[in-house]
């Protein structure tokens, strides 16, 4: 066993052997955050496959140096003057900002994979559990409207918890104005690739996220509208095992393709090969 992951060596510090060993969240094997990360954060022994942000999305399924971001600058605004009791929304917005450098739960732009051209949206679950507001549905929908205009496929990597309460039936909106873009493009006889990552839930499964040509999952991802726990509570039945995730959604018909993160640039490159 390497030295940083022994308790008895006094020159590590318990934070620096934190940043330093991953413990897989779902079978507590430790290995050096290193090698995690060189693996695209998938454990190396039980594959779970941990969340990426949206700009590791990108440089996982980009090639280098090829991205330009579109629309950084939209942010949300607390039209509502929404408040939970402890805190606005408007508050809420500006910390998380500046905690995850982001300024909303969507990046979008233009790029290339595998030298194919491409518009890409990757949702970022860091940011309010990845939740559909305005802005996030406002980028989506110009990503979508610019691969139509400029007759490119475009890739959506999905992880949300759904529509963003705090902006009320605006965020519900989105729902509409995303599905409404996909079928012009799709009129236009143009690819899209729907990328579904743990999880894909809400409004954002009840749109955009379960309209592509072809749909891919991740191993195990979270995919659904209302989650198991609401369901088994309301239909008061115990659900079959594996409720939900990647593997039952696929033997249901629901999902295409089923992709391990280090092979996912492979297999969108060869969907746009087929279709180009």
Request: hydrophobic share 35%.
């Amino acid at each position: 066993m390497p030295w940083i992951f022994s308790p008895k060596n006094k020159n590590v510090s318990p934070s620096k052997q934190e940043d330093t060993v991953y413990k897989c969240k779902e079978c507590h094997h430790a290995s050096t955050r290193e090698d995690f990360n060189t693996n695209n954060k998938v454990c190396p022994h039980c594959n779970h496959h941990e969340r990426l942000s949206a700009y590791e999305r990108v440089n996982l399924l980009l090639d280098p140096h090829s991205f330009i971001e579109t629309n950084a600058n939209l942010l949300a605004i607390d039209f509502l003057g929404f408040y939970d009791g402890e805190v606005s929304y408007e508050s809420k917005l500006k910390a998380t900002r500046q905690q995850k450098h982001i300024n909303d739960a969507v990046i979008t732009g233009k790029g290339t994979l595998n030298g194919f051209p491409i518009y890409i949206a990757c949702m970022d679950f860091s940011f309010m559990g990845g939740s559909m507001g305005s802005v996030v549905g406002e980028k989506i929908t110009r990503a979508i409207e610019s691969a139509t205009k400029e007759k490119t496929p475009v890739i959506i990597v999905s992880a949300s918890g759904g529509a963003r309460m705090q902006e009320g039936i605006l965020s519900l909106m989105q729902m509409a104005k995303t599905s409404a873009a996909l079928e012009r493009h799709g009129e236009a006889a143009l690819l899209y690739l729907s990328v579904l990552t743990n999880p894909t839930t809400g409004g954002v499964t009840a749109s955009f996220a379960m309209l592509g040509d072809m749909i891919i999952a991740e191993p195990k991802a979270l995919i659904g509208f209302a989650g198991p726990r609401v369901i088994s509570q309301t239909i008061k039945q115990k659900l079959p095992e594996g409720f939900q995730r990647s593997e039952f959604i696929q033997d249901h018909g629901f999902v295409d393709i089923i992709s391990h993160r280090n092979d996912l640039k492979n297999t969108l490159s060869k969907l746009i090969n087929y279709t180009s």
